[in-house]
């Protein structure tokens, strides 16, 4: 057995033994993923086996880590040093998953648990990150988007207990819609929108998920090792004996990612 996936409709499960079933793709092979989340561990905790799924099955895989994990100190000999630990951490924990070209892991340097002073896009002062002279989160995504122009966009869900996750969440919908567009030119040519999937890594989907992905025992304990070689990251020992617990399974749930029209109404004011 591989990789196993199933597709919950409204009436029935429907099965599939390959990405290209789930996803509709022609062929995943021609495609580029982006996980997207805030800290170096999350996409192994909460997609690690999609990752690694679309790894084998040779799509172009990137990973985006928003900030700099340099609050996620265990010990206070670790605090001037632990962005750089944990830097290293991810680019082990990526091989583990299929992702071995370290120029596919993009890490943006935004501070850990301070996303709040980096909503939206303004000029950067010195020593903040910027792209062509602005910092925020736009910034930095949508000129990430545009660079590596994703067809499936995976994400943290809106409603995860991290505020970190809220604000990567937030921040990318509207960068999803910046990147398509014309604005900021400085940042590259407009690109298409992306399928976006949301992961659940603190807590339950806020809605439940339409896909599910299982695996044998050894692919899970591919996700474990890369789960593992976070060793600074001790506070995250709840959340890795629940997936242990869990075993061999993930979910996402497909978001129905489009904009606004009055169209949509109609019907319910209808006689
Ligand atoms: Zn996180």
Not at 2 to 23: N, P, S
Not at 229 to 245: F, G, H, T
């Amino acid at each position: 057995m591989t990789f196993q996936y199933a597709r919950k409709a409204t009436h029935k499960v429907y099965r599939y033994d390959r990405l290209e079933g789930i996803t509709g793709s022609d062929d995943v092979s021609n495609e580029t993923w982006l996980f997207a989340c805030p800290h170096d561990d999350d996409i192994a905790i909460g997609g690690g086996l999609w990752m690694k799924a679309a790894c084998e099955a040779g799509v172009d895989v990137h990973l985006l880590a928003a900030t700099d994990g340099r609050m996620g100190y265990c010990s206070l000999d670790e605090q001037g040093t632990i962005a750089q630990t944990r830097a290293a951490e991810l680019v082990e924990s990526c091989k583990r998953l299929g992702l071995t070209d370290e120029s596919k892991i993009h890490l943006l340097g935004f501070p850990d648990c301070n996303l709040s002073r980096y909503l939206g896009r303004r000029p950067a002062e010195q020593g903040e990150p910027e792209f062509a002279g602005y910092t925020g989160l736009q910034n930095a995504f949508v000129q990430q988007l545009r660079s590596i122009k994703p067809h499936r966009l995976f994400m943290p869900s809106p409603m995860d207990y991290h505020p970190d996750h809220q604000i990567v969440h937030n921040e990318m919908q509207i960068s999803l819609f910046h990147a398509a567009g014309e604005i900021w030119p400085e940042l590259g040519d407009p690109t298409e929108v992306p399928a976006v999937y949301e992961l659940a890594i603190y807590c339950d989907f806020p809605d439940p998920p339409n896909l599910q992905l299982k695996c044998t025992e050894d692919q899970f304990q591919a996700k474990l090792d890369a789960i593992a070689c976070y060793k600074s990251q001790k506070q995250i020992d709840m959340l890795v004996q629940k997936v242990k617990d869990a075993g061999p399974v993930e979910y996402l749930r497909e978001v129905n990612f489009k904009f606004y029209s009055a169209t949509a109404y109609l019907h319910l004011f209808e006689d």
